[in-house]
């Protein structure tokens, strides 16, 4: 079936640096998700990507799509304490079964 | 809007025993996907309900079952629990089926002693 993988696993960053995560799906993907859960909370929608190459920014946040639709990425530039959280790409597959594959989730904790 | 609402929010439960969730979708959601999260597993699917049927179905045993009612309630009910189904369980609605955006309620922390 299926597979939707992330990284890193986890990252540790200094407050104001720079921050990545990257999703690859074993299949072609007719669109990507993007969820960030604070710790004790739950996942929360941020964006959905479409187009293969897309590109779409919320403020420090950058998520893109690759022109393949099997990759996607979120960087955050300059990251603040508020980032703290879990990440997860959610892609759904092209081939007609319309079920959302969760990603492994990226786990990116700020030094202050 | 009220957003998805879920309970109960905590339960313990002892291995052997039963236990049935429940799901309140945002107002108009027609489609609920359950999901178990785990610290070593991630986000694993169970299933999906539209309509009152079952559209998709996760890797899990039959002890894992779920039904929606029509007003889009859900519940998922867990038999004869082991204490690898201690979890987080999350349940999401959204406007449609189809790989919609979700929107996850806060959860049940079920803990299986």
């Known amino acids: 079936g299926q597979q939707v993988m992330q990284i890193p696993q986890y990252q540790h960053v200094q407050e104001g640096e720079d921050f990545t995560t990257y999703c690859n799906s074993s299949t072609t993907l007719s669109n990507i998700q993007w969820y960030k859960q604070r710790p004790g909370g739950h996942p929360v929608f941020l964006i959905q990507l479409v187009k293969s190459g897309e590109v779409k920014k919320q403020k420090r946040l950058t998520f893109q799509f690759g022109e393949a639709k099997k990759n996607s990425s979120l960087h955050i530039t300059a990251t603040q304490t508020t980032d703290v959280g879990t990440y997860f790409c959610a892609g759904l597959s092209s081939f007609g079964n319309e079920k959302l594959t969760f990603g492994t989730g990226t786990r990116l904790t700020i030094i202050p | 809007k009220a957003g998805v609402t879920q309970t109960p929010r905590y339960l313990i439960k002892t291995r052997g025993q039963q236990v049935t969730l429940s799901c309140s979708p945002i107002?108009?959601?027609?489609?609920v996907s359950w999901y178990q999260q785990t610290p070593g597993q991630g986000l694993q699917f169970l299933f999906e309900y539209f309509s009152e049927t079952q559209r998709n179905k996760g890797n899990f045993p039959g002890r894992f079952s779920g039904r929606q009612f029509s007003n889009s309630r859900s519940e998922m009910n867990v038999s004869t629990l082991e204490l690898g189904d201690s979890a987080l369980y999350l349940c999401?609605?959204?406007?449609?089926?189809?790989?919609?955006?979700?929107?996850f309620g806060p959860g049940t922390r079920l803990t299986v002693t």
């Open positions: 107002s108009g959601h027609r489609s």
């Open positions: 999401a609605s959204s406007l449609d089926r189809g790989g919609r955006e979700q929107y």
